[in-house]
């Protein structure tokens, strides 16, 4: 059987291909460490799940609007008047089936037959394949290391056509960690007003900001650039909610509305106990984003003091989100390999450690490592890196 050709050219997951690998190892016995997923290792707080079970007990397991519950659009938009300022009716919001789902399915309303997205590199590996999905074309922009992995102003000027139809902003980042200020997401915002290009502003990791730093979303620095933005977010990252699935979009009524029609066809809602859950994380106790949050600080000063000790690596400290994406290409010098791939590999078959290559974000000098698992854990993953790089140098 002959498959569709939009598939054929999809590129597989390098998150979950890593995350495959490693589990196979694990099932045959060995002690493997995984470090490329990337969700919290804390378990859903207690009231979201007691919030859910309630629902559950009170018949709340029926459909629900295709959009999702009028209760929870309320929530998300009370959410983002108090994080962000920001004023939206619960016309101009579509619940997802995860945040993923939200930008598949905007891309999917959005995009014809070889219209373009600029996509900045190092990118969320989804970006470029949820494009191409939807008959579009990735535009690859190269966020430079020197520059903190952020893209300027100039580069999307020179990066845009009369095809451009959107570009994509991840800020807290992944795989960088890096967060673009105030005064950047402005100057980047101009340009797509300038050229009326929509913004599409991935903002999963909005509450997982370290050292004072703040998350701006670029859809509050002025109403020009407001109404060109889609702001996706959900609970999977902030609320240690991933396999919930569970995430929204908010922007232009008429794309939601689209968006909306598309999911009465495909999906028929999210999950509606889910919703619930969501309810909750919403309009219950912040307390413990707080907490979790300050646990992944905590370890990403830890982690990054002794990484960075470690032979050929060069790394930006994140400023957000949960992931380590050193440059490595020293290292790999050093031990004689191939590639990143490949040294990736070798480290996972003689040290049994899991991370994720750079290639497939955009970035082959870099690996990212996820530090949403606990200090102890890894320690022990750096010890065992440390060793691999004494073994291998020749």
Not at 135 to 157: A, H, M, S
Request: glycine share 8%; net charge negative; proline share 5%.
């Amino acid at each position: 059987m002959n498959l569709a050709k939009r598939v054929k050219a999809l590129t597989p997951s390098s998150t979950l291909a890593i995350t495959a690998k490693a589990n196979a190892l694990k099932a045959e016995g060995h002690d493997v460490i995984a470090l490329g997923a990337g969700e919290p290792d804390f378990n859903t707080p207690i009231h979201i799940i007691e919030h859910a079970e309630k629902a559950m007990r009170e018949g709340g397991t029926k459909y629900t609007p295709a959009g999702g519950l009028l209760q929870l659009k309320n929530s998300i938009v009370r959410k983002l008047q108090q994080d962000q300022q920001l004023e939206y009716d619960p016309s101009e919001v579509i619940v997802t089936t995860g945040a993923k789902h939200a930008l598949y399915s905007l891309f999917q309303v959005l995009l014809d037959e070889g219209d373009e997205v600029i996509v900045p590199t190092p990118y969320w590996v989804s970006y470029p394949e949820q494009v191409k999905l939807a008959g579009g074309k990735p535009v690859l922009v190269e966020g430079k290391e020197e520059n903190g992995f952020k893209i300027t102003p100039d580069q999307l000027e020179k990066s845009i056509s009369e095809n451009t139809k959107a570009m994509i902003i991840n800020s807290p980042s992944n795989p960088t960690g890096a967060i673009y200020s105030e005064e950047e997401l402005e100057a980047l915002g101009k340009v797509c007003v300038e050229h009326d290009i929509l913004i599409v502003s991935d903002e999963i990791y909005e509450k997982l900001t370290y050292f004072g730093e703040k998350h701006t979303s670029i859809a509050q620095l002025s109403e020009e650039i407001k109404k060109r933005t889609m702001i996706i977010n959900g609970v999977s990252k902030s609320h240690s909610m991933t396999g919930w699935r569970i995430g929204y979009a908010v922007g232009d009524r008429d794309i939601i509305q689209a968006m909306t029609n598309l999911a009465s066809h495909s999906t028929s809602n999210p999950t509606s106990i889910a919703q619930y859950g969501a309810i909750a994380a919403y309009d219950g106790p912040q307390e413990p984003l707080q907490e979790m949050k300050e646990a992944f600080e905590g370890r990403l000063n830890k982690v990054y003091d002794e990484l960075v000790q470690i032979p050929g690596f060069k790394c930006e400290k994140p400023k957000g989100a949960f992931y380590l994406f050193p440059n490595v290409t020293e290292a790999v010098r050093l031990t004689r390999f191939e590639s990143v791939d490949k040294w990736v590999e070798a480290i996972l078959e003689y040290e049994k450690v899991a991370l994720v290559p750079g290639s497939g974000f955009g970035s082959p000098d870099n690996v990212r490592l996820s530090y949403a698992t606990s200090l102890e854990v890894l320690e022990e993953a750096l010890d065992r890196i440390r060793s691999f790089m004494e073994k291998h140098q020749k």
